[in-house]
C-alpha cells in the first residue's frame, strides 16, 4: 500500500504524531477503481470519504431519468457526498469513476474515532474542511458571475484534460448549459484560438 504518499499529503498540513500516524495507517484502505464504478449510488447511505492517490471522479444527483453532475474531483483531492457523509443521511447524490484509479477510503466512524484519539487529527480535519470551504467559495463567484465561456476556461485549467475523461453531456450538466450550448461553446473558443496563432 502506498500508504506514505497519502501520510504525505497530510502532513504537508497538519504535523502528525507517531500514535496518530498509526491510527491512520490500521484504518485507512487502499482501493482500485475500474472506470464505470460507483463508489456511492443516490439513495444509498454515504459511509467513506476517499482521498484520490490517481485517477477522476463525478459527483452526482439524478431525477431517475437523467444525471446531473454537481462536482468532479481528481488526484490528491478528497471526494465524498459532503451532506451524506456529515450527516450520516440518505441523499440523492452518487459517485461515479471516470477513468481507472486508486484511492484510500476511510469510513465515517473511523474518521470520527481519529478525531476523538488525537487532537492533530481533530486539527487536520478542519484545515481539510477549510480548504474545501475556499474552493467551493472561488468557485461560487465565477459560477455566479462568469459566462459559461469563463466557466469552461476555469473548469480546463482546474481539471487539465477533463475533454478527454468525462463525457460534453456531463461537462454541459455540470455548467447548467445545454450540450448544443456547450458544443457552440467549443467551437467560438477554438475559431478565437485559430486567430490568434
Known amino acids: 500500500m502506498d500508504f506514505d504518499y497519502f501520510l ?11 500514535e496518530c500516524k498509526t491510527a491512520l495507517r490500521a484504518r485507512v484502505k487502499e ?15 454515504c459511509k467513506h470519504i476517499y482521498f484520490i492517490r490517481k485517477g477522476f ?34 441523499v440523492n447524490e452518487g459517485i461515479t469513476c471516470e477513468e481507472n484509479s486508486i484511492v484510500f ?33 472561488i468557485e461560487k463567484n465565477i459560477y455566479r458571475l462568469g459566462n459559461a465561456t469563463k466557466k469552461y476556461i476555469y473548469l480546463g485549467e482546474k481539471y487539465p484534460g477533463i475533454a478527454n475523461i468525462v463525457s460534453q453531456k456531463h461537462i454541459a450538466s455540470y455548467l447548467g448549459i445545454t450540450g448544443p450550448t456547450l458544443s457552440n461553446l467549443l ?11
Not at 504525505?8 to 507517531?18: A, I, P, T
Not at 467551437?187 to 496563432?197: A, G, L, R, Y
Open 8 to 18: 504525505d499529503y497530510l502532513q504537508s498540513r497538519v504535523n502528525l504524531d507517531e
Open 57 to 90: 471522479f463525478r459527483v452526482y444527483t439524478t431525477d431517475g431519468y437523467e444525471d446531473s453532475t454537481i462536482d468532479f474531483a481528481t488526484t490528491n483531492q478528497f471526494v465524498t457526498s459532503i451532506d451524506g457523509f456529515f450527516t450520516q443521511k440518505i
Open 105 to 137: 477510503k476511510l469510513s465515517y466512524y473511523d474518521w470520527l474515532a481519529l478525531e476523538d484519539l488525537s487532537p492533530q487529527f481533530l486539527a487536520l480535519s478542519k484545515r481539510i474542511l477549510q480548504e474545501h470551504l475556499l474552493r467551493l467559495n
Open 31 to 45: 482501493v482500485a477503481v475500474i472506470k464505470g464504478t460507483n463508489l456511492l449510488f443516490p439513495g444509498d447511505l
Open 187 to 197: 467551437k467560438n473558443i477554438f475559431h478565437k484560438c485559430n486567430k490568434m496563432s
